[in-house]
């Protein structure tokens, strides 16, 4: 084979290579897309037939054993029909074979259930019909993973913590100050509660400085759960009248189009945070904000708040702002407790960074 130097070759080599292999890569995925979506087509036509059979003959869920042990045998190279995944495959079929799957179908102008969950792997199907107790539920899940290409993992934490619950659930004055359809968009970008699980965030928490990396860690939780928000910074520095402020965390959401001010309080929630959030935001507004972008919105988290109590305090506010409470991780495996604060010493560091900024 001939050795032939890189230097022979100009930088417009390495220019092509590289466009090259990108396309390589997207046909990689694309590849494994189309494996899938004929995979998920097979097993759905399984389930179909399986519930046909148990249903017109007499044969009994025995023969769902023997399917999968002569199926097994005639295909050796294939793995997935093993029993229980065969049974999970009738039970798939099942789950969206309710009245209200097909007016969800319409909403979203497929041609049908399958089309939808063809875009996603098996595992994340199991896991979305196993843990979901509705159509609407499993839809949400199914939206998330495509639009965020959620791994098995990601999603069942998005489950466990009861994301669909959470979602659009900040209590806002949005429709009051943002146009429509921005208002419904803000509404389902925010979410109540935020859960700040920093085991999920860190893979060798016990060996970080917690105290230096408390807000960072923040930070990655809502980039994680905020599809579309693109962090600026934290503790961000505005001078307004020749005096200095500090915005907590600022973002930009790529979709909203508009910047995002999140306050955090370690206490329960005050009318008098709102107040100060909407100067904040006109300050952004007159500073920050392009031609094209939207309104400035302003999230405060805070450890409690009370609805009523913040429905009366956003109600006069012409500033497009949401209030959630957070919570903080107050269980972990026993071996990681000596190098974890607990919940109070989170609480403390966090109102110790926001004094010293």
């Known amino acids: 084979m001939t050795n032939i130097p890189g230097s022979v070759f100009p930088k417009a080599y390495a220019e092509w290579l590289a466009e090259i292999k990108e396309r390589v890569k997207t046909a990689q995925i694309q590849a494994q897309l189309s494996v899938n979506a004929e995979m998920l087509a097979l097993y759905w036509f399984i389930g179909e037939s399986i519930i046909d059979k148990l249903n017109k003959s007499s044969w009994g869920s025995q023969v769902v054993d023997r399917l999968s042990e002569d199926l097994r045998k005639a295909f050796p190279g294939m793995s997935g029909f093993g029993r229980s995944n065969l049974f999970y495959m009738k039970k798939w079929v099942e789950f969206y ?30 896991a979305i019909i196993t843990k979901s107790s509705s159509p609407e539920e499993a839809f949400f899940y199914v939206a998330k993973t495509i639009q965020n290409n959620w791994s098995r993992g990601i999603l069942l934490h998005q489950i466990e913590t009861h994301l669909f619950e959470r979602q659009g659930r900040s ?27 920093f085991m999920a965030m860190t893979e060798k928490i016990h060996e970080r400085n917690i105290e230096n990396e408390l807000i960072s860690h923040i930070k990655e939780f809502l980039l994680e759960l905020g599809s579309g928000f693109s962090f600026i910074g934290n503790q961000y520095h505005i001078e307004v009248a ?3 402020y500090f915005l ?20 329960e929630f005050i009318p008098e945070y709102a107040g100060k959030l909407n100067y904040y935001l006109s300050a952004v507004d007159d500073m920050l904000k392009g031609e094209y972008d939207n309104p400035t919105i302003g999230l405060i988290l805070c450890k409690h708040r009370n609805k009523l109590d913040v429905e009366y305090a956003l109600r006069d506010i012409n500033k497009p702002i949401g209030v959630s409470e957070y919570k903080l991780l ?16 989170l609480e403390k560091e966090l109102l110790k960074i926001k004094k010293n900024s």
């Open 248 to 267: 907590d965390l600022l973002f930009y959401h790529i979709y909203l189009r508009c910047f995002v001010v999140i306050e955090i309080k370690t206490v």
């Open 97 to 126: 074979s309710h009245e209200t799957v097909q007016q969800l179908v319409g909403q979203f102008n497929l041609r049908s259930i399958q089309q939808l969950v063809g875009q996603i792997p098996w595992g994340q199907n199991i």
């Open 171 to 197: 209590v806002t004055n949005f429709q009051c100050t943002l146009p429509a359809p921005q208002s419904d968009r803000a509404e389902e970008t925010l979410k109540d509660p935020y859960i700040f699980d």
């Open 330 to 345: 107050q269980s972990m495996p026993d071996e990681l407790k000596s190098s974890f604060p607990t919940v109070e010493q």
């Open 242 to 244: 020749g005096k200095d």
